[in-house]
Nanobody, 115 residues
Framework: QVQVVESGGGLVQPGGSLRLSCVAS????????MGWYRQASGKQRELVAT???????NYIDSVKGRFTISRDNAKNTVYLQMNSLKPDDTAVYYC?????????WGQGTQVTVSS
């Protein structure tokens, strides 16, 4: 059974940091491209960052220099380190595991940036 489970969300003040984690079990983790997406209230889900099986990363412009995606293949885990958080980063953050044939989503974790 495939499970994708996020953790690490919460309430943080502007300028603060959070680290999100995502454990994907039941898949051949190492071959999957892993990604973080987010969906703010009333908006469409958007891609935040991705990391390939070889470690190549990609970010949307609004988080470049502030967010870092990484993966630990031995632990089937992908991380999103978020620094210098802004109110505009408030959203539900979703983990995604994608291969050529399969696509899996977690249930999301809420990140709220507010003073």
């Amino acid at each position: 059974q495939v499970q994708v489970v996020e953790s690490g969300g919460g309430l943080v003040q502007p300028g603060g940091s959070l680290r999100l984690s995502c454990v994907a079990s039941g898949i051949g983790f190492i071959i999957y491209r892993m990604g973080w997406y987010r969906q703010a209230s009333g908006k469409q889900r958007e891609l935040v960052a991705t990391i390939t099986s070889s470690g190549s990363t990609n970010y949307i412009d609004s988080v470049k220099g502030r967010f870092t995606i990484s993966r630990d293949n031995a632990k089937n885990t992908v991380y999103l380190q978020m620094n210098s958080l802004k109110p505009d980063d408030t959203a539900v953050y979703y983990c995604n595991a994608a291969s050529e044939l399969k696509n899996y989503w977690g249930q999301g974790t809420q990140v709220t940036v507010s003073s």
